[in-house]
């Protein structure tokens, strides 16, 4: 009964409308000419739906349960009680705080860098193609080898190439720091910013090759200045493209388990949401506490995605047919 | 002559139309910024380039301070690592990221041309949908699918791992593809459509052979993120289905902290991405910025 309101409201819509059929057959026509653009999607739209929404809808209900693995007949309904364990937990918090701390610096960071090198590498210069090709290297490391590289072959104390090369810079008496111990987080954002940095750059040099080219060589036979064609031309142009890169980087960084994982397993507080939720559910087997923490987690990402996809979909209305 | 100069080592188009006196930047400039290119290049390659390096010595010269560039060559660290039993991992996830590739592509490309070619109604609303599902971090669905794969005799099972980065990468590819195939003339289809052409074949002859370049890159990246996946397969799987980045971190934490052995673990898992990655370089960049800003 619902399709015949929504057969008119599909012939109502001029989207609809693009062969000039006449009203009668038309009615019929739109019906099935609405499921036939329909089932190319269906597929891949349940099968999202079902894979993502589904898993989601679970870790809620189990988030008001008591179920800790170690104790199986305690398991039942626990009200708000994760909930209020997570918000006071120690660790939750500065579980929180550190995915902010990661994710604001990683991708600030790699955002700057890889507009710089995006803009150095956007002239014809000897060797260009090989400085790209150098460029991209760090993002095609798989990230846990990638982790795994700058903890034991850079980071180090003892035998790392940074104090390696201090030994070599000043001699025997050179100071040997411990990078990830003294400091855990500058540490992670380093290795996070080194493979990242190309992912921007890639994108941000995409934006700047399909710069017209005429334009900004008219603005230079007339005059103007580098600095002020970068700024009121080759910025505005590339808004789009910082948008965008810095929406993919920032779900990716969220998300980030490898580096946390490998570089500091998540000592001396640099336990992200990420880490955090494995180790409760995983290592202290409180599905309870850890499903309430996803949530909290999906609450906290929403929050930042509705700005950001915001930000995306002004692409998509502008680039929309 | 000093433009002359300038354009063989390259700076912008400023011989040009005759206009080489109105903006001449001094050559010394342009070889600064091409040195300070190379410089920073060299500065993001080096750790692999190291990671490369220290793969081939013996642990002893692997751990030396400070560090020697030339060592003689061993390949005492590839020895360990294929001795440990890579082969399982590895072709687990070749398994798994090629058949979830396959597996998004063929699911994602008929949506895409729902999105853009023949768009359903609101398809900007499920396009957006595709991508909040992108929001949800994978870390909180994975204890409800931890416990079905439990209960489902799942678990350490490399077609749950399948289903699973299949539905990861779909939003993205779908993202991609619907970008490509706004590109495809309409009247192309509208051809098709008077020739009788089912939808099938309208997908496969019309549409697929032009935008190929979006399905390579789409496919690469869906590869690229499947291969990397670390926290899944950490979970789900423990021996018989256990992937190259979960072997990694076992490989490391049992056999001791030996750098060679690191290096040359890491090098190897991550020779299939640096691979395709150099190989299809162009496809990645017109991927990764989706051609979705035009």
């Known amino acids: 009964m619902s399709s015949s309101t929504d057969t008119t409201s599909v012939g109502t819509n001029p989207e609809e409308g693009r062969s000039g059929v006449t009203p009668p057959a038309r009615r019929v026509r739109t019906r099935s000419d609405s499921w036939q653009r329909r089932i190319p999607l269906l597929p891949a739209l349940i099968f999202v739906i079902v894979m993502t929404q589904l898993p989601f809808l679970g870790t809620i209900i189990i988030s008001f349960m008591n179920w800790n693995a170690y104790y199986p007949d305690e398991r039942g309904f626990a009200g708000f009680s994760n909930f209020a364990r997570v918000f006071t937990d120690v660790n939750a918090r500065s579980a929180v705080l550190v995915t902010i701390l990661i994710t604001v610096a990683t991708v600030l960071i790699s955002l700057v860098l890889g507009l710089a090198i995006a803009l150095l590498l956007d002239r014809k210069f000897r060797g260009q193609g090989i400085v790209r090709t150098m460029m991209i290297a760090p993002f095609l490391v798989v990230p846990v080898a990638a982790a795994l590289l700058w903890k034991h072959a850079l980071y180090n104390p003892e035998y790392g190439l940074f104090n390696g090369l201090l030994t070599l810079v000043l001699g025997e008496n050179a100071p040997q720091p411990d990078w990830v111990g003294s400091m855990p987080l500058p540490a992670l954002v380093a290795a996070l910013v080194w493979q990242w940095t190309p992912f921007m750059m890639l994108i941000l040099l995409a934006g700047l090759q399909s710069r017209p080219l005429d334009v900004v060589e008219a603005a230079r036979i007339d005059g103007a200045s580098e600095f002020r064609i970068f700024t009121s031309m080759t910025l505005p142009h590339l808004r789009q493209y910082i948008e965008l890169s810095t929406l993919l980087g920032t779900i990716y960084v969220v998300q980030n388990f490898d580096h946390v994982f490998t570089i500091t397993a998540g000592a001396t507080g640099t336990a992200n949401l990420p880490y955090f939720i494995y180790q409760t559910f995983y290592t202290a087997q409180d599905y309870g506490r850890a499903s309430a923490a996803g949530v909290v987690t999906v609450l906290g990402t929403l929050i930042v995605a509705m700005f950001a996809l915001r930000t995306a979909f002004a692409i998509f209305k502008e680039e929309g047919r | ?294």
């Open chain 2, 1 to 294: 002559m000093s433009t002359q100069t300038t354009a063989t080592t390259g700076t912008t188009t400023t011989t040009v139309g005759g206009r080489t006196y109105r903006q001449p930047k001094p050559p010394r400039r342009g070889v600064f910024l091409t040195v300070l290119a190379w410089v920073v290049g060299l500065l993001f390659f080096f750790p692999v380039l190291w990671m490369v390096l220290v793969s081939f010595r013996a642990e002893t010269d692997a751990a030396s301070n400070p560090p020697e560039l030339f060592a003689p060559i061993s390949l005492e660290g590839y020895r360990t690592f294929f001795e440990a039993g890579p082969w399982p991992p590895l072709l687990n996830s070749m398994t798994a990221s090629l058949v979830s590739t396959a597996l998004v592509i063929l699911l994602a490309f008929p949506a895409a041309y729902a999105l853009s070619i023949r768009p359903v109604k609101k398809w900007t609303d499920v396009l957006f949908f595709f991508l909040s599902t992108k929001m949800l971090p994978i870390v909180a669905g994975i204890l409800p699918i931890y416990l079905f794969a439990q209960a489902t005799n799942l678990l350490d099972n490399i077609w749950l791992l399948i289903i699973l980065y299949t539905s990861m990468n779909m939003p993205i590819a779908v993202w991609m593809l619907q970008s490509f195939l706004a590109e495809v003339p309409v009247e192309m289809l509208e051809a098709a459509q008077v020739d009788g052409a089912s939808l099938l074949t309208t997908l496969r002859q019309v549409v697929a052979p032009v935008v190929m370049p979006g399905i390579a890159s789409a496919a690469l990246i869906c590869f690229i993120f499947s291969w990397n996946e670390l926290l899944l397969a950490r979970v789900l799987t423990s021996t018989v289905a256990s992937t190259a980045p979960v072997f990694l971190t076992s490989f490391v934490t049992s056999q001791g902290l030996f750098l060679a052995k690191v290096c040359a673990a890491s090098f190897v898992v991550s020779l299939p991405v640096l691979a395709a990655g150099f190989a299809a370089q162009d496809k990645l960049v017109q991927g990764l910025s989706m051609g979705a800003v035009k």
